[in-house]
């Protein structure tokens, strides 16, 4: 890394080879600092290791830091210098990106949408399984009396065993993805612009609070 020192104008390197090496450095240090890193990197413990030491982080564009490069050969120790260059300039391509309480509530709508993803594969599965019985039920099948009709319906061995074992997986989807609504319905109250889009007809809570938390400040 490349540090500049804004008191005396002084530049200095520092490689830092492993994350304990990180966590060192930057808790060693007295005064708050401003990091600057290109986009793209994962770099979750370093964020959450930044803000907990109270240091401020700039993410940039990627493209417009390497088009800020005018030779041809990159190296890690060039783009150091590169970023460093760019940040004492003012010329740093800083864009956008939620906080780290923002990226939490991120996972619980991932969480929720992988979860909904599953159950509709199981479902699809489930009314293959009933129509090569005969069973035409659409979206009845879904229904307490519908589900109950599957369940009983006389099949032979593996395929008895493999619809009992989806029947059992989509109601634990259907208890998961519902506690995963109450949690996501406390966060759109928390916030004044999710309630806010929920009065437009056709965006529910979940659509709400998706919009607010990936739109840029």
């Known amino acids: 890394m490349s540090i500049f ?3 005396s104008g002084e530049v200095t390197e520092k490689r830092l080879l492993h994350p304990q090496q990180a ?3 930057y808790q060693g240090l007295k005064e708050a600092a401003r990091i600057g890193i290109e986009a793209g990197a994962p770099c979750q413990w370093f964020r959450r290791l930044l803000a907990e030491c109270g240091h401020e982080l700039w993410v940039g564009d990627a493209a417009k830091i390497r088009a800020a490069e005018t030779r041809q050969q990159k190296t890690d120790r060039r783009d150091a ?3 460093m260059r760019l940040m004492v300039e003012g010329r740093f391509p800083r864009i956008w990106v939620p ?7 991120r996972q619980l709508l991932m969480d929720r949408h992988h979860r909904m993803r599953a159950r509709t594969a199981a479902k699809n599965q489930l009314q293959s399984l009933a129509l090569n019985q005969g069973m035409q039920k659409g ?3 879904w229904s307490a009396a519908g589900r ?4 009983d319906l006389a099949m032979l061995p593996h395929a008895a065993h493999r619809r009992d074992q989806l029947l059992e997986w989509v109601g634990l989807l259907d208890q998961q993805i519902t506690a995963l609504d109450v949690l996501i319905a406390a966060e759109v109250t928390r916030r004044a612009d999710a309630r806010l889009l929920m009065t437009h007809p056709g965006i529910g809570p979940q659509t709400a ?3 607010v938390l990936t739109r840029a400040r």
């Open 5 to 7: 020192d804004n008191r």
């Open 23 to 25: 966590v060192v450095f």
């Open 81 to 83: 210098e590169l970023i």
């Open 99 to 105: 906080s780290e309480a923002e990226r939490d509530v």
């Open 139 to 141: 979206k009845r099948l």
């Open 148 to 151: 109950q009709l599957l369940s």
């Open 209 to 211: 609070l998706a919009m």
